[in-house]
T-cell receptor
Framework: GAGVSQTPSNKVTEKGKYVELRCDPI?????LYWYRQSLGQGPEFLIY????????DSGLPNDRFFAVRPEGSVSTLKIQRTERGDSAVYLC?????????????FGAGSRLTVL | AQKVTQAQTEISVVEKEDVTLDCVYE???????LFWYKQPPSGELVFLIR??????QNEISGRYSWNFQKSTSSFNFTITASQVVDSAVYFC?????????????FGSGTKLNVKP
């Protein structure tokens, strides 16, 4: 697509529920990133994919968080047993993935509210 | 420790004033990149500039200019003759060679309010 698309744009859930957030990167971009942005803060790195594999998942806060990218395009961030502290905007970004410092193109984000 | 510090939480100026947004970074890498992104009220982060650690030349793009000083580990951003449309949150970010430039560290952002 023309830009990075994220769905849903807003998700309200109850504590303890399971949530999936989807990211559709720019067509042809091999690198995909998930960030989390809490209110009044900058984006915080969660995980980075190069192709289908998670090249760096060191930012995932705990084992309730998991992300996949099975075909090297669309990615899904999965959160189990949600907690109120998971409330944030989850940002997805993609880049061409070539060597050197790529510029990240961000989506509009998925705002998650855990009640 | 914070790798990127933006000490100014919020700045308010009147239209046509010049304003400088500060960014201080910390890294042990000799090869790194610095970025500025703009986040307007709509929420989508918009790329403004990328600068690598070997290029300390200042850059100007229209009303925007950037001052990179390795000696003080700073990468400051100046908007000349600010406009209401410049109102947004601005983020400075760092990526390092030791992470293959794929892990971006963002500062906490500076909210700029430009009043008419």
């Amino acid at each position: 697509g023309a830009g990075v698309s994220q769905t849903p744009s807003n998700k309200v859930t109850e504590k303890g529920k399971y949530v999936e957030l989807r990211c559709d990167p720019i067509s042809g971009h091999t690198a995909l990133y998930w960030y989390r942005q809490s209110l009044g803060q900058g984006p915080e790195f969660l995980i980075y994919f190069q192709g289908t594999g998670a090249a760096d998942d060191s930012g995932l806060p705990n084992d309730r968080f998991f992300a996949v990218r099975p075909e090297g395009s669309v990615s899904t961030l999965k959160i189990q047993r949600t907690e109120r502290g998971d409330s944030a905007v989850y940002l997805c970004a993609s880049s061409p993935g070539t060597s050197g410092a790529n510029v990240l193109t961000f989506g509009a984000g998925s705002r998650l509210t855990v009640l | 420790a914070q790798k990127v510090t933006q000490a100014q939480t919020e700045i308010s100026v009147v239209e046509k004033e010049d304003v400088t947004l500060d960014c201080v970074y910390e890294t042990r890498d000799t090869t790194y990149y610095l970025f500025w992104y703009k986040q307007p009220p709509s929420g989508e982060l918009v790329f403004l500039i990328r600068r690598n650690s070997f290029d300390e030349q200042n850059e100007i793009s229209g009303r925007y200019s950037w001052n990179f000083q390795k000696s003080t580990s700073s990468f400051n951003f100046t908007i000349t003759a600010s406009q209401v449309v410049d109102s947004a949150v601005y983020f400075c970010a760092l990526s390092e060679a030791s992470y293959n430039f794929n892990k971006f560290y963002f500062g906490s952002g500076t909210k700029l309010n430009v009043k008419p």
